[in-house]
C-alpha cells in the first residue's frame, strides 16, 4: 500500500495523461459527437473546410482548455485562502471574492462599454480586491468575526449583496442579456484571445502561490507560532491574499462566477497529500482542473440536449460538501 508521503509525486506525475484524456473527452463529447480520428486528424491534417475541424479548434478546445485553467486557478486560490485564514470553509465564492469581481465587470459594461479584454481582466482583478478588503474588513469590526462560519456567512451576505446589485444595474441599464455570461458561467461562450491574455497574469498568481506555499503551510499551524518561527505573516498574508485577487479575477473575467471548486478540491487535496502546503497547492490545482473539465462534460448531458449551466453541476456536489464540513468540523474550529 503507498504512503500518503508518495501520493503527491504519484498526482502530479499522472496528471499530464488524465488531464489529456478529459481534454480529450470534452472535445469529443457533446451535442454533437466527434469521432476520436476525426480529432486527430484535426490536430496533424486541419482541414479548415471541414465543420467538424472548425467546432474542435474555434469552440470545444478552447472551453476544454478553459474549464482546466478555470479550475486550476480556482483551486489553488481555495487552497491558500484555506491555509491562510486557518477557515475550512473559505473560498472565493464562499467569501464573496467571486461576486466582487462580476459586479466590477458588470460596471465596466456599463460605464465603459468599449472597454479592451485586458481592461476586463484588470477590472475584474480589481473588483476581488474590493470584495476582500469589504469581507476581511467587516469581518475584523464583528466578535469572533474571523471564526470559519461566521466569516463564511459574513461573505455569503456580502457576496450575495454585490451580485444583487450587479443583476440591479444590469436589469436597470437594460444590460442583462449581456451580462447573463458572468451569472451563468457559460464555459461554451469563452473567448480564446481572452485565455492567451490572461496566461500571463496567471503564471504570476500561481508563480505567488507557489512561491508562499512553504509559509502558508507554517501559517497554518497558527499566527502566534509563524510569528514565533520569526516568520512576517502580514507579508506572506499580503502576498497570499494578491494571488487569490489575481487567480480569482482572471477565473471571473474568463468565465464568470463559478461555485464550490475553490472549497471542495482543496479539503479533497489535503485529504490525500497531508498538510504540506508545497504539496497542497500544485497537486489542488491539478485536481481543480481535472474536476471542473470533468463536470463540463457532464453538464453537456444532464439535460441532454439542452446544457446546463456548470453552476448548477459543481452546486450540486458543493452544497452538500458545504454542509458536511459545517456538521462535522463545527462552528467554531480551524482548519
Not at 232 to 256: D, E, H, N, Q, Y
Request: aromatic residues 8%; glycine residues 10%.
Amino acid at each position: 500500500m503507498r504512503s500518503k508521503a508518495s501520493l503527491p509525486v504519484v498526482i502530479l506525475m499522472a496528471s499530464p495523461v488524465v488531464m489529456i484524456l478529459v481534454i480529450v473527452l470534452s472535445v469529443m463529447l457533446g451535442a454533437k459527437h466527434i469521432p476520436a480520428m476525426t480529432v486527430w486528424d484535426s490536430f496533424f491534417h486541419f482541414d479548415g473546410s471541414n465543420v467538424d475541424h472548425q467546432i474542435i479548434f474555434h469552440s470545444r478546445l478552447p472551453r476544454a482548455v478553459g474549464a482546466l485553467l478555470i479550475g486550476a486557478f480556482l483551486a489553488v486560490s481555495g487552497a491558500v485562502m484555506q491555509g491562510m485564514t486557518r477557515n475550512y470553509l473559505a473560498s472565493p465564492s464562499i467569501m464573496g471574492v467571486s461576486d466582487g469581481s462580476v459586479l466590477a465587470v458588470t460596471l465596466c459594461m456599463i460605464g465603459l462599454p468599449g472597454l479592451s479584454s485586458m481592461g476586463v481582466i484588470g477590472y475584474s482583478m480589481l473588483g476581488s480586491a474590493t470584495a476582500v478588503c469589504i469581507v476581511f474588513g467587516a469581518a475584523a469590526l464583528l466578535p469572533d468575526g474571523l471564526s470559519p462560519v461566521k466569516l463564511a456567512i459574513l461573505g455569503t451576505l456580502i457576496g450575495t449583496f454585490m451580485s444583487s446589485l450587479a443583476a440591479a444595474a444590469a436589469s436597470y441599464f437594460q444590460l442583462s442579456q449581456q451580462v447573463s455570461f458572468w451569472y451563468n458561467a457559460r464555459l461554451h461562450q469563452l473567448d480564446p484571445h481572452l485565455i492567451k491574455l490572461s496566461i500571463p497574469f496567471a503564471v504570476l498568481g500561481l508563480s505567488i502561490a507557489f512561491s508562499v506555499s512553504k509559509s502558508v503551510t507554517v501559517l497554518s499551524l497558527g499566527e502566534e507560532v509563524a510569528a514565533g518561527l520569526g516568520q512576517r505573516t502580514l507579508w506572506v498574508k499580503g502576498m497570499a491574499t494578491l494571488s487569490v485577487i489575481i487567480l480569482t479575477g482572471i477565473s471571473v473575467a474568463l468565465a464568470g462566477n463559478i461555485g464550490f471548486v475553490g472549497l471542495i478540491i482543496p479539503h479533497i487535496t489535503r485529504y490525500l497529500v497531508g498538510v504540506d502546503y508545497r504539496w497542497i497547492v500544485p497537486c489542488s490545482g491539478v485536481l481543480g482542473g481535472i474536476f471542473l473539465t470533468a463536470c463540463d462534460v457532464v453538464s453537456r448531458f444532464a439535460n441532454y440536449p439542452f446544457e446546463t449551466p456548470i453552476g448548477v453541476i459543481t452546486a450540486i456536489i458543493g452544497v452538500p460538501y458545504f454542509l458536511y464540513l459545517i456538521r462535522s468540523k463545527g462552528a467554531g474550529k480551524h482548519a
